[in-house]
């Protein structure tokens, strides 16, 4: 019995000290509401300085759209008619319009900012 394995080793994680906080002689640290109540006090002096823009700004973004919209459904039909019928035309020429609309649509209303 003298062979006999030795005992596993014990992994752990080394204790750890860690500071306190709040100790009865520092000053407190402000709470949510205050930091709230400030940023919102900070915030409307700002709205304050800045003056209102009573100016009606119409976009012209919907004109824009359906003007590329038509151009580009234009051309893809136009190719459709004039390019020989082939499978593989009939096939990526209706995808590509489809994937255009789509595509002008997302960034046209979703990505771009207001003009």
Do not use: C
């Amino acid at each position: 019995m003298a062979d006999a394995d030795p005992p596993p080793r014990q992994f752990g994680l080394k204790p750890k000290e860690f500071a306190r906080e709040n100790l009865p002689g520092s000053p407190p640290t402000p709470g949510v509401h205050e930091i709230l109540e400030a940023n919102l006090a900070r915030q409307q002096e700002i709205e304050a300085e800045r003056p209102m823009d009573l100016q009606d700004h119409r976009t012209k973004r919907a004109r824009d759209y359906w003007l590329v919209m038509m151009t580009g459904n234009l051309l893809g039909i136009m190719l459709w008619l004039f390019l020989p019928s082939y499978p593989l035309i009939s096939t990526l020429l209706p995808a590509g319009l489809i994937l255009f609309n789509l595509v002008l649509y997302w960034v046209m209303f979703h990505i771009m900012n207001k003009y």
